[in-house]
């Protein structure tokens, strides 16, 4: 039953915070992916950071399911698009950049970025 409520809130979490600004998804599919990674680490411990060379994006793993802005993703599409999961701490202490807008990003995403 703990599981089910963990997955429910974090589901809920991501729908609430996806609707409560309309720019949201965009933030974080387009720029923050792998800060909401930071915040699910804060509302989960088992969270784990995944990246994907092919979608230049970072999801993350709770408890054998993984999550983005949009909620749960598929098992085969992360098989599928490679994602890695990923520990080396340089890449991880890494994966902020600022770009012109003062967003940030997936350090990998864009090349010639310094």
Not at 15 to 29: G, R, V
Not at 47 to 75: C, Q, V
Request: aromatic share 18%; charged share 25%.
């Amino acid at each position: 039953m703990g599981d089910f409520i963990l997955i429910m809130n974090i589901t809920n979490f991501l729908k609430e915070l996806k609707y409560s600004y309309h720019k949201n998804e965009l933030i974080f599919s387009e720029g923050s992916c792998f800060r909401l990674y930071c915040m699910l680490k804060e509302i989960s411990n088992n969270a784990k950071p995944y990246y994907s060379e092919l979608d230049g994006h970072w999801i993350t793993e709770i408890d054998d399911k993984f999550y983005d802005i949009n909620g749960e993703i598929n098992k085969d599409y992360v098989e599928f698009r490679n994602y890695k999961h990923i520990t080396n701490e340089t890449i991880l202490k890494s994966a902020y950049i600022p770009t012109y807008k003062r967003q940030c990003t997936s350090y990998d995403k864009y090349f010639g970025v310094e």
